[in-house]
C-alpha cells in the first residue's frame, strides 16, 4: 500500500518511466516550462510543446498541438493501448498536470512582490497628486490676493501716475527746447574746443526740426546761426585736411576728417543714385517691370551698395566706437526709409492681380536680401522694418481674397438669376434647381479653395519669412481662418438676408427661386459644408496662435438662421402673389349683381395651377415632409352653409328676421371655441411646411377679402362652389388637411353672413360644376 501510495505521488514511479528519479525529471520540468513561456510569447512553437517539429501540426491527437480531439486521443488509446499502458498513460498526465501547476505558482510567487511594489507606487502617487492639488489651491489663492492688491495700488496711483507722465512729457519737450535754444553756442564751444565731431553730432540731431519749424521766426533764428557755425567749421576742416599730417592736432586724426567730410557724403551720392533709378522705372510714362525684376533690382544695386558702405565703415572708422555706429544707423536709417516707400509703393501695383507666386517669390527675395546689412547695421533696425511691410502686404493679399470670394458669390447669383430669366425670354427649358444649387455650391468651394491656396504660399517652409511668429500664429488664425473664411461665410448669409429686406412688394425684383436656392444653399453649409471647410483651413494652416477662434457650431447657427429668414420670406413672397390674384377677383367683382354659377372661376384654377408649380419648385430642393393621417372623403365633401352642425347653429337664425343680432353672437361665440390658426407660423425645411405657410397666406387674404364685400344670393352660390373647387386640389400640399376645411368654411360662412339672400347651392350641383371645371 505504502508502495502504491508513493508511486501514485511521485512523478517518477510510474512503469515506463526513467529509472534515475526525481533528480533526473527536473531539467526535463524545466525545459517544458521554458518552452511553455517561449510558446505563450511566440517564440518557437516546437521547442515550446516539448517535442520535435515534426509531428503534422493538424494532427488531432497530438496532446500539444492546436487541433487536439480528446474524444479522437481516447478513442485511438483504447484501440492501440493495453491496459497497463493506460494506465501508465494516466499516471504520466496527472503527472504532467501537477508538474505544471507548480510551474504556475512559482511564476505567480516570483511576480508577487513586484505587483504589491507597483500597488504602493501608485498609492503613493495619489497620496503626492492630493497634496500638489492642495498646493496648487493655496497658491492659486494667494495669486488671486495679490491681483487684487495690484489692483487696488494700481487704481489709486492711477491719477498721480497721469499727472507725472504728463509732466515727464512736458519736461522732455523742454529740454528738446532748451538744447535748440542753447544750439549756437554749444557749436560754437565745440569749434573753440576743436571737438568737430561733436558739433556735426549736435547739428545732425537738430537739422530735421529745425528744418520742420523753419517758418517760426524765432527757430529760423537758430537755424541761420547754426548754418553760419557749419560753414565756419566745414572750411576749417577742409583747411588742416590740406595742410597735410604734420599740422593735424592729436584731437583730430585724419580718419576724422575724411569721415566728416567726404566718406557718408559720396556713398550718400551712390546710395541716391541708386534710388532714383528705382523711381525711374514706377514712373508713368515707361511700362514698370514685374515684382521680382523691381526687387532684384533694388537688391543687387541699393542693398548691395549699403552693404558695401557698411562693411566699408566699420573697417576705416572703427576707432570711433559707439558714436560711429550710431551715425552709420542714422544714415542707414534714413536711405532705408525711402528705399521700402519704393518697394511698399511696386506692391501696391500687384494687389489687383489673383495669382500670389510671383509676389511671395519677390517678397521672400526682399527679405533675404536685407539680411546681410540687418546683421550689419542691428540698431538700423532694418529687418523688423522689412518683416512689417512683408506682413503688411499678406494683410492686404487676405482683403482682397476676401472681396474676391464676396464678388465670386454674388456672381453666381447674378447667373442664377439670368438661368432663371431665361427661359420666359427665349422660350426654353433651362436648368433645374437642383443643378443650379450644385453649380453655385461648386463654384464657391472651389473659389475658397484656390484662395486658400494662394494665402498658402506665405507659410511655405522655403519661404524666408515663413518662420516670424506672425505667420505661424495671427496669419493662420486671425488672418486667413477668422479673416478670410469665416468673414466670408458671415458675409455670403449678410449678402442672402438683404434679399429679405428688399423693399416693395412680391420682395423687390428678387426671383422666389432664387430666395428657395439660397435657403437651401445656407442649410447645406450648416449642415455639413462649413465644417469641412473649417476642417480643411485648419489642416492647411497649422495654427500655433491661442487668440480665440469663432466656433464651427456658431457658424452653423448663424447660416441655419438665414436659411430659415430666407425660406419664411419664399412663403411670405408666395403666399402674396397668390394672395394678390384672390383680392383682386374679389374686389374687381359685383357680388350681387353676379349670374348663377355655372363653372368655377378661372383665378381659382390660376391659383391651383400655381400653388402646385411652387410644390414642384420646392420639391426639388426639399423632402416631402410629414402629413397627418388623410381621411377618405379629403376630395368628396361639399361646401354648404350648412355643412356642419356648427354652421347650422350659426346661420339657421339668419332666415328669422326678428333676431338679426343673434347671428353675430352666435359667430362670435363660435369663433371662441374655434381652433385657432397661426397664418405667419415658423416655417420648417421640408416641403409639406412650405406649401402650407403659402396656403394659409392665400386662404386668410381670401377670407379677409370677403368679410368687406357684401353677396347676392348667386354670388354666395359662386363663393360655395369656388371654395369646393379649392378644397379638391388644395388638401394634398398641406400638412393637415383640416387646416384647409376651416379656412374654406370660414369663407362660406362669411360670405353667408354678408348675404340679404343666403340660399345655398345643392351640393350635387355644386360637385357637378367643379367635375366639369
Same mark, same amino acid.
Given at each position: 500500500?505504502?508502495?502504491?501510495?508513493?508511486?501514485?505521488?511521485?512523478?517518477?514511479?510510474?512503469?515506463? *518511466?526513467?529509472?534515475?528519479?526525481?533528480?533526473?525529471?527536473?531539467?526535463?520540468?524545466?525545459?517544458?516550462?521554458?518552452?511553455?513561456?517561449?510558446?505563450?510569447?511566440?517564440?518557437?512553437?516546437?521547442?515550446?510543446?516539448?517535442?520535435?517539429?515534426?509531428?503534422?501540426?493538424?494532427?488531432?491527437?497530438?496532446?500539444?498541438?492546436?487541433?487536439?480531439?480528446?474524444?479522437?486521443?481516447?478513442?485511438?488509446?483504447?484501440?492501440?493501448?493495453?491496459?497497463?499502458?493506460?494506465?501508465?498513460?494516466?499516471?504520466?498526465?496527472?503527472?504532467?498536470?501537477?508538474?505544471? *501547476? $507548480?510551474?504556475?505558482?512559482?511564476?505567480?510567487?516570483?511576480?508577487?512582490?513586484?505587483?504589491? $511594489?507597483?500597488?504602493?507606487?501608485?498609492?503613493?502617487?495619489?497620496?503626492?497628486?492630493?497634496?500638489?492639488?492642495?498646493?496648487?489651491?493655496?497658491?492659486?489663492?494667494?495669486?488671486?490676493?495679490?491681483?487684487?492688491?495690484?489692483?487696488?495700488?494700481?487704481?489709486?496711483?492711477?491719477?498721480?501716475?497721469? #499727472?507725472?507722465?504728463?509732466?515727464?512729457?512736458?519736461?522732455?519737450?523742454? %529740454?528738446?527746447?532748451?538744447?535748440?535754444?542753447?544750439?549756437?553756442? #554749444?557749436?560754437?564751444?565745440?569749434?573753440?574746443?576743436?571737438?568737430?565731431?561733436?558739433?556735426?553730432?549736435?547739428?545732425?540731431?537738430?537739422?530735421?526740426?529745425?528744418?520742420?519749424?523753419?517758418?517760426?521766426?524765432?527757430?529760423?533764428?537758430?537755424?541761420?546761426?547754426?548754418?553760419?557755425?557749419?560753414?565756419?567749421?566745414?572750411?576749417?576742416?577742409?583747411?588742416?585736411? #590740406?595742410?597735410?599730417?604734420?599740422?593735424?592736432?592729436?584731437?583730430?586724426?585724419?580718419?576724422?576728417?575724411?569721415?566728416?567730410?567726404?566718406?557718408?557724403?559720396?556713398?550718400?551720392?551712390?546710395?541716391?543714385?541708386?534710388?532714383?533709378?528705382?523711381?525711374?522705372?514706377?514712373?508713368?510714362?515707361?511700362?514698370?517691370?514685374?515684382?521680382?525684376?523691381?526687387?532684384?533690382?533694388?537688391?543687387?544695386?541699393?542693398?548691395?551698395?549699403?552693404?558695401?558702405?557698411?562693411?566699408?565703415?566699420?573697417?576705416?572708422?572703427?576707432?570711433?566706437?559707439?558714436?560711429?555706429?550710431?551715425?552709420?544707423?542714422?544714415?542707414?536709417?534714413?536711405?532705408?526709409?525711402?528705399?521700402?516707400?519704393?518697394?511698399?509703393?511696386?506692391?501696391?501695383?500687384?494687389?489687383?492681380?489673383?495669382?500670389?507666386?510671383?509676389?511671395?517669390?519677390?517678397? *521672400?527675395?526682399?527679405?533675404?536680401?536685407?539680411?546681410?546689412?540687418?546683421?550689419?547695421?542691428?540698431?538700423?533696425?532694418?529687418?523688423?522694418?522689412?518683416?512689417?511691410?512683408?506682413?503688411?502686404?499678406?494683410?492686404?493679399?487676405?482683403?482682397?481674397?476676401?472681396?474676391?470670394?464676396?464678388?465670386?458669390?454674388?456672381?453666381?447669383?447674378?447667373?442664377?438669376?439670368?438661368?432663371?430669366?431665361?427661359?420666359? &425670354?427665349?422660350?426654353?427649358?433651362?436648368?433645374?434647381?437642383?443643378?443650379?444649387?450644385?453649380?453655385?455650391?461648386?463654384?464657391?468651394?472651389?473659389?475658397?479653395?484656390?484662395?486658400?491656396?494662394?494665402?498658402?504660399?506665405?507659410?511655405?517652409?522655403?519661404?524666408?519669412?515663413?518662420?516670424?511668429?506672425?505667420?505661424?500664429?495671427?496669419?493662420?488664425?486671425?488672418?486667413?481662418?477668422?479673416?478670410?473664411?469665416?468673414?466670408?461665410?458671415?458675409?455670403?448669409?449678410?449678402?442672402?438676408?438683404?434679399?429679405?429686406?428688399?423693399?416693395?412688394?412680391?420682395?423687390?425684383?428678387?426671383?422666389?427661386?432664387?430666395?428657395?436656392?439660397?435657403?437651401?444653399?445656407?442649410?447645406?453649409?450648416?449642415?455639413?459644408?462649413?465644417?469641412?471647410?473649417?476642417?480643411?483651413?485648419?489642416?492647411?494652416?497649422?495654427?500655433?496662435?491661442?487668440?480665440?477662434? /469663432?466656433?464651427?457650431?456658431?457658424?452653423?447657427?448663424?447660416?441655419?438662421?438665414?436659411?430659415? %429668414?430666407?425660406?419664411?420670406?419664399?412663403?411670405?413672397?408666395?403666399?402674396?402673389?397668390?394672395?394678390?390674384?384672390?383680392?383682386?377677383?374679389?374686389?374687381?367683382?359685383?357680388?350681387?349683381?353676379?349670374?348663377?354659377?355655372?363653372? &368655377?372661376?378661372?383665378?381659382?384654377?390660376?391659383?391651383?395651377?400655381?400653388?402646385?408649380?411652387?410644390?414642384?419648385?420646392?420639391?426639388?430642393?426639399?423632402?416631402?415632409?410629414? #402629413?397627418?393621417?388623410?381621411?377618405?372623403?379629403?376630395?368628396?365633401?361639399?361646401?354648404?352653409?350648412?355643412?356642419?352642425?356648427?354652421?347650422?347653429?350659426?346661420?339657421?337664425?339668419?332666415?328669422?328676421? $326678428?333676431?338679426?343680432?343673434? /347671428?353675430?353672437?352666435?359667430?362670435?361665440?363660435?369663433?371662441?371655441?374655434?381652433?385657432?390658426?397661426?397664418?405667419?407660423?415658423?416655417?420648417?425645411?421640408?416641403?409639406?411646411?412650405?406649401? /402650407?405657410?403659402?396656403?394659409?397666406?392665400?386662404?386668410?387674404?381670401?377670407?379677409?377679402?370677403?368679410?368687406?364685400?357684401?353677396?347676392?344670393?348667386?354670388?354666395?352660390?359662386?363663393?360655395?362652389?369656388?371654395?369646393?373647387?379649392?378644397?379638391?386640389?388644395?388638401?394634398?400640399?398641406?400638412?393637415?388637411?383640416?387646416?384647409?376645411?376651416?379656412?374654406?368654411?370660414?369663407?362660406?360662412?362669411?360670405?353667408?353672413?354678408?348675404?340679404?339672400?343666403?340660399?345655398?347651392?345643392?351640393?350635387?350641383?355644386?360637385?357637378?360644376?367643379?367635375?366639369?371645371?
Amino acid at each position: 500500500m505504502a508502495a502504491a501510495a508513493t508511486a501514485g505521488s511521485s512523478p517518477g514511479s510510474g512503469p515506463g *518511466d526513467s529509472p534515475e528519479g526525481p533528480e533526473a525529471e527536473a531539467p526535463e520540468r524545466r525545459r517544458k516550462a521554458h518552452g511553455m513561456l517561449k510558446l505563450y510569447y511566440g517564440l518557437s512553437e516546437g521547442e515550446a510543446a516539448g517535442r520535435p517539429a515534426g509531428p503534422d501540426p493538424l494532427d488531432p491527437t497530438d496532446l500539444n498541438g492546436a487541433h487536439f480531439d480528446p474524444e479522437v486521443y481516447l478513442d485511438k488509446l483504447r484501440r492501440e493501448c493495453p491496459l497497463a499502458q493506460l494506465m501508465d498513460s494516466e499516471t504520466d498526465m496527472v503527472r504532467q498536470i501537477r508538474a505544471l *501547476d $507548480s510551474d504556475m505558482q512559482t511564476l505567480v510567487y516570483e511576480n508577487y512582490n513586484k505587483f504589491i $511594489s507597483a500597488t504602493d507606487t501608485i498609492r503613493k502617487m495619489k497620496n503626492d497628486f492630493r497634496k500638489m492639488e492642495d498646493e496648487m489651491d493655496r497658491l492659486a489663492t494667494n495669486m488671486a490676493v495679490i491681483t487684487d492688491f495690484s489692483a487696488r495700488i494700481s487704481a489709486t496711483l492711477q491719477d498721480r501716475h497721469e #499727472r507725472i507722465t504728463k509732466l515727464a512729457g512736458v519736461h522732455a519737450l523742454l %529740454r528738446k527746447l532748451q538744447f535748440l535754444f542753447e544750439l549756437p553756442s #554749444r557749436l560754437t564751444k565745440c569749434v573753440e574746443l576743436g571737438a568737430y565731431g561733436q558739433a556735426v553730432r549736435y547739428q545732425g540731431r537738430a537739422q530735421a526740426v529745425l528744418q520742420q519749424y523753419q517758418h517760426l521766426p524765432s527757430f529760423r533764428a537758430i537755424q541761420d546761426d547754426c548754418q553760419v557755425i557749419t560753414a565756419r567749421l566745414a572750411q576749417q576742416l577742409r583747411q588742416r585736411f #590740406r595742410c597735410g599730417p604734420s599740422s593735424l592736432t592729436p584731437a583730430l586724426p585724419p580718419a576724422e576728417c575724411v569721415e566728416l567730410l567726404l566718406f557718408l557724403a559720396h556713398a550718400r551720392g551712390r546710395l541716391e543714385e541708386e534710388l532714383r533709378s528705382l523711381e525711374a522705372e514706377l514712373g508713368p510714362s515707361p511700362p514698370a517691370p514685374d515684382v521680382l525684376e523691381f526687387t532684384d533690382h533694388g537688391g543687387s544695386g541699393f542693398v548691395g551698395g549699403l552693404c558695401q558702405v557698411a562693411a566699408a565703415y566699420q573697417e576705416l572708422f572703427a576707432a570711433q566706437g559707439p558714436a560711429g555706429a550710431e551715425k552709420l544707423a542714422a544714415f542707414t536709417r534714413e536711405l532705408g526709409s525711402r528705399y521700402f516707400a519704393l518697394v511698399e509703393r511696386r506692391l501696391a501695383q500687384e494687389q489687383g492681380g489673383g495669382d500670389n507666386s510671383l509676389l511671395v517669390r519677390a517678397l *521672400d527675395r526682399f527679405h533675404r536680401r536685407l539680411r546681410a546689412p540687418g546683421a550689419l547695421l542691428a540698431a538700423a533696425g532694418l529687418t523688423d522694418a522689412a518683416t512689417e511691410i512683408v506682413e503688411r502686404v499678406a494683410r492686404e493679399r487676405l482683403g482682397h481674397h476676401l472681396q474676391g470670394l464676396r464678388a465670386a458669390f454674388l456672381g453666381c447669383l447674378t447667373d442664377v438669376r439670368q438661368a432663371l430669366a431665361a427661359p420666359r &425670354v427665349a422660350g426654353k427649358e433651362g436648368p433645374g434647381l437642383a443643378e443650379l444649387l450644385a453649380n453655385v455650391a461648386s463654384s464657391i468651394l472651389s473659389h475658397i479653395k484656390a484662395s486658400l491656396a494662394a494665402v498658402h504660399l506665405f507659410t511655405a517652409k522655403e519661404v524666408s519669412f515663413s518662420n516670424k511668429p506672425y505667420f505661424r500664429g495671427e496669419f493662420c488664425s486671425q488672418g486667413v481662418r477668422e479673416g478670410l473664411i469665416v468673414g466670408f461665410i458671415r458675409s455670403m448669409c449678410q449678402t442672402a438676408q438683404s434679399f429679405c429686406d428688399s423693399p416693395g412688394e412680391k420682395g423687390g425684383a428678387t426671383p422666389p427661386a432664387l430666395l428657395l436656392l439660397l435657403s437651401r444653399l445656407c442649410l447645406d453649409y450648416e449642415t455639413a459644408t462649413i465644417s469641412y471647410i473649417l476642417t480643411l483651413t485648419d489642416e492647411q494652416f497649422l495654427v500655433q496662435d491661442q487668440s480665440p477662434v /469663432t466656433p464651427v457650431s456658431t457658424l452653423c447657427a448663424e447660416a441655419r438662421e438665414t436659411a430659415r %429668414r430666407l425660406l419664411t420670406h419664399y412663403v411670405k413672397v408666395q403666399g402674396l402673389v397668390i394672395s394678390q390674384m384672390l383680392r383682386k377677383s374679389v374686389e374687381t367683382r359685383d357680388w350681387l349683381s353676379t349670374l348663377e354659377p355655372r363653372n &368655377v372661376r378661372a383665378v381659382m384654377k390660376r391659383v391651383v395651377e400655381d400653388t402646385t408649380a411652387i410644390d414642384v419648385q420646392v420639391g426639388l430642393l426639399y423632402e416631402e415632409g410629414v #402629413r397627418k393621417a388623410q381621411s377618405s372623403d379629403s376630395s368628396k365633401r361639399t361646401f354648404s352653409v350648412y355643412s356642419s352642425s356648427r354652421q347650422q347653429g350659426r346661420y339657421a337664425p339668419s332666415y328669422t328676421p $326678428s333676431a338679426p343680432m343673434d /347671428t353675430n353672437l352666435l359667430s362670435n361665440i363660435q369663433k371662441l371655441f374655434s381652433e385657432r390658426i397661426d397664418v405667419f407660423s415658423p416655417v420648417e425645411f421640408n416641403k409639406v411646411s412650405v406649401l /402650407t405657410g403659402i396656403i394659409k397666406i392665400s386662404l386668410k387674404t381670401l377670407l379677409e377679402c370677403v368679410r368687406l364685400r357684401t353677396f347676392g344670393r348667386f354670388g354666395l352660390q359662386q363663393v360655395q362652389v369656388d371654395c369646393h373647387f379649392l378644397q379638391l386640389y388644395l388638401w394634398r400640399f398641406v400638412a393637415d388637411e383640416e387646416l384647409v376645411h376651416l379656412l374654406l368654411d370660414e369663407v362660406v360662412a362669411s360670405a353667408a353672413l354678408r348675404c340679404p339672400d343666403p340660399v345655398p347651392m345643392e351640393p350635387s350641383v355644386v360637385e357637378v360644376i367643379c367635375e366639369r371645371g
